[in-house]
């Protein structure tokens, strides 16, 4: 069973996050993960939750991103969540999310981390470079949500931090051991 993964650039895509694309593409090769398109627009939030829909149940699911790309991540996990509440959306990861960004509570539809998400971490900034607070927020989980596995980490890099081998390491070794998880459960 191969795992699937959705990484989202931020605003403006590559020319502000080549990052991303780095981190994507260790993703798919280091981890043997489909990768699809990734990175895709963090504007794809309804193209990555409909692909993950359309994947068979006991496939893992990844979600990642940086910047808006890492607003939208629990975005992607909360419109599945919404169409298929048993759906579940293995790990979510995210570089530095925005704080001019989708945040909880901010739509009908989306309150925070849903249930159907097993594992997240998101790596946050407080860095005043380039911009005061840009990947400042922190993720939160929804209402009741007992289920999730939520880790927040400081790492004041500059804005977006997606370069960050550290990062992206501590990130793929956790990848593999969700996608594990997973196998063993399937």
Avoid: C
């Amino acid at each position: 069973m191969t795992a699937h993964g959705f990484g989202m650039y931020g605003m403006w895509g590559q020319a502000f996050d080549p990052g991303e694309n780095v981190f994507s593409g260790r993703v798919g090769k280091e981890l043997h993960v489909d990768i699809g398109a990734s990175p895709y627009s963090s504007d794809d939030v309804v193209k990555i939750a409909t692909a993950i829909l359309a994947l068979p149940p006991e496939v893992p699911a990844l979600v990642w991103g940086t910047s808006l790309g890492a607003n939208n991540a629990p975005l992607v996990a909360a419109y599945v969540f919404a169409k298929n509440p048993k759906r579940l959306i293995h790990g979510i990861w995210g570089f530095q999310a925005s704080i001019y960004g989708v945040k909880a509570g901010d739509a009908p539809y989306y309150h925070g981390i849903t249930p159907n998400v097993l594992f997240a971490h998101l790596t946050w900034s407080k860095t005043l470079f380039p911009v005061p607070g840009i990947g400042a927020y922190r993720w939160a989980p929804a209402p009741n949500n007992n289920e999730t596995k939520l880790h927040l980490d400081e790492v004041d890099d500059p804005h977006p931090g997606d370069g960050n081998a550290t990062v992206q390491n501590k990130y793929l070794n956790e990848m593999k051991g969700v996608i594990e998880a997973a196998e063993k459960v399937a």
